[in-house]
């Protein structure tokens, strides 16, 4: 039995009743199949709503609504999270329906998109809410029965007492439940009884999505806004001087044409105020085409910035950042790089004596290898509707972390938080790119500055010009071998621009621990380059690289690769060296038998394909892949990916798939193609016919996904199957061609014809 306390959460519970209103409602029973009866099933509509708590409420009929409470942007938590609740309730999936919560997090507590940490954040929780509703509806029915508590159980929706033989349905009793305290302690579901979790339930959003009725922010509409757009300076280090609007201002259709500045002077910058540009110009007008010839039109003086000083609050880390002055190249930033790669280290981490043990080993293997800027391209386009008054700000429209977002508004729009009210939509695309609400603020300003309601759109261009990116990275590993071809010494060094990749305890990573004589370092260069959170940060280059490096460090060895790694899990587990080690080396290992299992490793892929593995932990779950590659006139063609994760309890065995899948092609993706070059500043890829993006011929013919099974509390799913794909196809193109890997993109190497 798991007994949990309801006190954490239980002011959300006292505010439930602020929970009526607003979102989208969906039955699950019409899309968990495609049968024509499924939707018969469905109980009708209630007439009346009962309140249980602030995650869901009971109707007469016993149909239950279940608010998903984060951001959905395609990881699939607005059917996750929901599904958690349900499994505790006890109730029939079919008699279910979604809402998408309010932005409330007196109620929800933490409604952020970013981490892989929704559903780790929030399990706990959920579980509690779900089981605090299941133990009022007992004790309602206990009450009305004149019966022991105990004697009351639940099963798909339906209360029974056994000894009298009475029952009655959730919705008979949910009045009277409504009216019952909310209980300090409850007891939660064993894992080997639940039935909802870890099932595979379809998208709640599947059928709005694919029949095209979903609302993302660019569908948001609402009658009389008007459109504004921004001109952003062309180049990073240049910002605005001065402009001639009278022509534009005379345009069909444009209402106003100004500035605004983003940011007031000294603003201390939190951790999502990221921005390159103090002051844009906005152009508001009737319709997109409108003023998109304006935008067009409009002539604008753009002037060199200063170096200056940005204050920043990074979560109580308050510290100053130099942003330097000056129109930046790709090929200064690369020169500038290998220079900073030949010098010392900040140190990060030391173990032993790693000189003494280079000096005296019988090889030693140095690899550098470099990751250009990405830019997010999620598929929308940055939007966001905004409303702003001197009462109030209404804002709607896909925003990753809306809490912060409100904290920056309250400070811009001089409007305590509740007066501003954030609505969230779907999101089409965001990879990290929506957690920052810079366009969240321009919207608002605009609005506020026009008197109008407006929604803002960026142009593709506007979007990938305009960062936020993906750091460019640097790293050179050394590793030493002993005359038995033992690995007795570690060198990582790693930095960026403008930071390095070894941030967030990556020192602490594998194969720290399991080396005795183990050194990091770090170093980064300044830039003016904006830049963010993107697809597990960090470790989406570390990940790739410190995997295609101990492929060649085993082969050095003469070692099979998931031996080799797997020789030093076990070292790092009977005889750890150090105490700051943040892996579990069980779990790691694990994941790379199950995926040397299902792959068939030992056997080779049969005919003439050629493979690479890889394995990583980040964000708290572990993951490896085995990825299989063909040459085919010299182009090659993944055509198989085995992958094994361990991410804990799967909530959804479907969409936890969907989302191991996405991360193999984006990862495929990026490694083949990904790269933001820049010429005097000026980004030198502005839409999709230069910026290269993955193709369904690209992608991997197949896609074979296992899970560890276990009953750890999950762990997140989104990011940690994203980093060692990097590495799989690294060292499959190695064995495919004989070349390695080591700069980012891989289809600028070796003359391929990819």
Request: hydrophobic share 40%.
């Amino acid at each position: 039995m798991t007994l949990i306390k309801t006190k954490v959460g239980r002011r959300s519970f006292l505010k439930s009743s602020a929970l009526a209103g607003g979102g989208m409602m969906l039955g699950f029973s019409w899309l968990v199949s495609c049968k024509p009866t499924a939707e018969k099933e469905m109980l009708a509509m209630p007439k009346e709503w009962f309140d249980i708590n602030g995650f869901l409420k009971i109707g007469e009929n016993g149909i239950a609504t279940i608010m998903a409470p984060n951001p959905e942007f395609g990881q699939n938590v607005k059917t996750s999270m929901p599904m958690i609740i349900a499994e505790e309730l006890d109730i029939d999936w079919k008699n279910v329906l979604v809402e998408q919560a309010a932005f409330n997090t007196d109620i929800y507590t933490r409604q952020f998109a970013g981490g892989s940490q929704s559903i780790r954040q929030g399990w706990d929780g959920l579980r509690m809410a779900g089981a605090s509703a299941r133990h009022m509806l007992r004790g309602a029915a206990a009450e009305a029965w004149q019966v022991p508590l105990e004697e009351i159980t639940t099963e798909a929706g339906i209360l029974y007492h056994k000894k009298s033989g009475k029952s009655a349905s959730y919705g008979e009793m949910a009045s009277a439940a409504a009216s019952i305290p909310v209980p300090e302690e409850v007891e939660l579901k064993e894992v080997k009884d639940f039935k909802i979790v870890s099932s595979s339930k379809k998208n709640v959003d599947g059928k709005k999505i694919v029949t095209g009725q979903a609302t993302f922010g660019l569908d948001f509409h609402r009658e009389g806004m008007l459109i504004a757009m921004i001109v952003h300076p062309p180049a990073f280090g240049l910002k605005f001087k001065s402009m001639e609007d009278a022509s534009v201002r005379s345009m069909s259709g444009i209402k106003d044409v100004f500035t605004i500045k983003t940011f007031d002077e000294n603003f201390e910058k939190a951790m999502f105020n990221t921005n390159a540009f103090p002051e844009l110009v906005a152009i508001v007008g009737n319709s997109t085409w409108e003023v998109m010839n304006a935008k067009k039109a409009l002539k604008v003086d753009w002037e060199p910035i200063p170096d200056s000083i940005e204050k920043r609050n990074f979560f109580g880390n308050k510290h100053e950042a130099r942003v330097p002055s000056g129109l930046e190249n790709t090929s200064d930033h690369i020169a500038q790089m290998n220079e900073m790669a030949s010098k010392p280290g900040n140190l990060l981490r030391k173990d032993g004596d790693p000189e003494a043990a280079f000096q005296k080993a019988a090889k030693v293997i140095k690899r550098s290898y470099t990751a250009p800027f990405l830019a997010h391209n999620a598929l929308e386009p940055i939007n966001f509707f905004a409303h702003v008054t001197e009462d109030n700000a209404e804002l709607v429209g896909p925003l990753q972390a809306p809490e912060f977002a409100e904290q920056t508004l309250v400070a811009r729009l001089g409007m305590p938080k509740e007066k501003i009210d954030i609505k969230m939509t779907r999101m089409g695309g965001g990879f990290g790119r929506r957690a920052y609400d810079h366009y969240l603020v321009e919207a608002a300003l605009i609005s506020q500055k026009a008197k109008a309601p407006i929604k803002m759109i960026y142009t593709r261009e506007d979007d990938m010009t305009c960062g936020i990116y993906r750091p460019a990275y640097h790293a050179t590993y050394r590793a030493a071998l002993d005359e038995n071809n033992n690995l007795i010494a570690y060198h990582v060094k790693a930095g960026g621009i403008p930071e390095s990749p070894m941030g967030r305890g990556a020192a602490n990573r594998f194969p720290a621990g399991a080396v005795d004589n183990y050194l990091a370092e770090e170093w980064a260069i300044e830039s003016n380059i904006t830049i963010g959170a993107f697809r597990a940060p960090r470790s989406n280059f570390l990940g790739g690289v410190e995997q295609s490096f101990l492929d060649e460090v085993a082969e050095a060895a003469g070692k099979d690769p998931i031996e080799f790694r797997l020789e030093l899990f076990e070292r790092s587990k009977k005889n750890p060296v150090g105490d700051r080690n943040d892996y579990d080396a069980d779990r790691y290992a694990g994941v790379l038998k199950l995926v040397r299992e299902k792959s068939n490793w030992s056997k080779k892929e049969g005919g003439d394909a050629h493979r690479g593995v890889a394995a990583y932990f980040c964000h708290n779950s572990y993951a490896a892949h085995v990825l299989d590659i063909v040459m085919k006139n010299g182009k090659p063609i993944v055509k198989k990916v085995c992958s094994a994760i361990d991410c804990g309890i799967v909530i959804n065995t479907d969409a936890a798939s969907n989302m191991v899948e996405g991360a193999v092609v984006d990862g495929v993706g990026n490694a083949f193609f990904g790269s933001m070059t820049f010429k005097e500043g000026m980004p030198e890829k502005k839409n999709f016919d230069s910026y290269r993006m993955i193709r369904h011929s690209d992608a991997p013919k197949s896609i074979d996904v296992h899970f560890v099974k276990n009953e750890i509390a999950p762990t997140g799913l989104g990011e940690p199957p994203f980093p060692p794909i990097f590495g799989a196809l690294a060292n499959a193109m190695y064995k495919a061609t004989g070349q390695r890997q080591y700069h980012q993109p891989f289809a600028n190497t070796g003359g391929m014809k990819i």
